[in-house]
C-alpha cells in the first residue's frame, strides 16, 4: 500500500527528502522507483517467489527505512515519514513510523531466514498466527485512533495525568496561581462520573480569619473528547480526599517563583 501510495502521488514531501536533501523534481522520480521496488518485493514475498532474494531486498528497505527515520527524528526535520495519503500528516517523525519501518526489517529477516527451511505441515499453524500478529501490530501503528474510554472519553492511558496537564495549562490556572501565591500542597485528585477534580492548598490573605485556601479545578469530559475546566476557590476548608499526585515541573517552578516574590514565567 505505502508503494502504491508513492508511485501514486509521486513527489510528496517529507521529512526524508531533507534529510536526503534531494530536489523535488528528483524527490519525484526517486520516490516512484522506492515504491515500485516496494510493490514488485511485496508481490514476491505474498506469492513465494524467489523467498531469498525477497527477504533480502524487503529486509534492506526496513533497514533503509529506519535508519533515514531515525536520522530525520534526531534532526528535528520537519514533515511526515511519507508512507500513505490518507494517514494524518504529521510535523515530525514519531516513533510509530520508526517502529512500522522496524517491523518490515524484521519481517525481511524473518523470511531470509525461514526461507531454507522446508515447513511441515503442523508448521503452517504457526506460521498463520504469526503473520497474523504482525498484521495486527502494524496496523496498530499505521491507523491513527483516539485512545480514549468509550463511555467518558476520557484518555485511556495515565487519564489522571493528562488532566492535570490539562489543568495546568489552562489560563484560569495561572490567573488563580498570580492573585492567591505558592502552592502549599497537592493536588488531591478523586474522580466523579466524567469529571476528575485537584484540590491545591494556598495560604490565604494575612488579614483572613483562616489559615489558607482551596483551589478546586475540576476537569470535566464531553463528547467527542471535549473538555472543561471549572475552577473555584474555598476559604478554610480541607482538601478533599483522594490520591496525592506529583506536580508538573512547570507548576513547581511557577510556585517557587511566588515565594520569593518574583513574577513567574514559565
Given at each position: 500500500m505505502a508503494g502504491a501510495a508513492k508511485i501514486w502521488r509521486g513527489g510528496a514531501d517529507s521529512a526524508i527528502r531533507r534529510v536526503l536533501r534531494i530536489r523535488p523534481a528528483r524527490w519525484r522520480l526517486l520516490e516512484c522507483a522506492a515504491g515500485t521496488v516496494e510493490c514488485a518485493t511485496a508481490a514476491a514475498v505474498c506469492l513465494g517467489a524467489a523467498p531469498v532474494v525477497a527477504g533480502s531486498v524487503m529486509a534492506a528497505l526496513g533497514a533503509v527505512f529506519t535508519v533515514l527515520l531515525v536520522q530525520a527524528r534526531r534532526g528535528r526535520a520537519p514533515g511526515g515519514c511519507g508512507c500513505l495519503s490518507w494517514r494524518?500528516?504529521?510535523d515530525r517523525i514519531t516513533w510509530r513510523a520508526i517502529a512500522r519501518a522496524g517491523c518490515v526489517l524484521a519481517a525481511g529477516v524473518a523470511d531470509l531466514t525461514a526461507a531454507p527451511i522446508a515447513l511441515r505441515q503442523a508448521d503452517h499453524a504457526w506460521f498463520a498466527l504469526g503473520a497474523l500478529t504482525a498484521a495486527l501490530v502494524y496496523t496498530l501503528?499505521?491507523?491513527?485512533?483516539?485512545?480514549?474510554t468509550l463511555r467518558?472519553?476520557?484518555s485511556l492511558w495515565f487519564p489522571a495525568r493528562n488532566a492535570l496537564r490539562t489543568v495546568a495549562g489552562n489560563a484560569m490556572f495561572g490567573s488563580f496561581l498570580d492573585s492567591h501565591g505558592p502552592l502549599l500542597s497537592g493536588p488531591r485528585y478523586r474522580r466523579v462520573g466524567c469529571t476528575d477534580q485537584f484540590s491545591f492548598i494556598v495560604p490565604a490573605e494575612?488579614?483572613?480569619a483562616v489559615r489558607h485556601r482551596e483551589l478546586l479545578f475540576d476537569?470535566?469530559?464531553g463528547a467527542a473528547g471535549a473538555v472543561a475546566v471549572r475552577a473555584a476557590v474555598r476559604d478554610g476548608a480541607r482538601p478533599a480526599e483522594g490520591r496525592l499526585m506529583k506536580l508538573p515541573a512547570t507548576v513547581?517552578?511557577?510556585s517557587a517563583s511566588k515565594v520569593t516574590g518574583h513574577e513567574a514565567t514559565t
Open positions: 494524518r500528516a504529521a501503528l499505521s491507523v491513527q485512533w483516539p485512545a480514549r467518558c472519553r476520557r494575612a488579614d483572613s476537569v470535566v469530559h513547581r517552578i511557577r
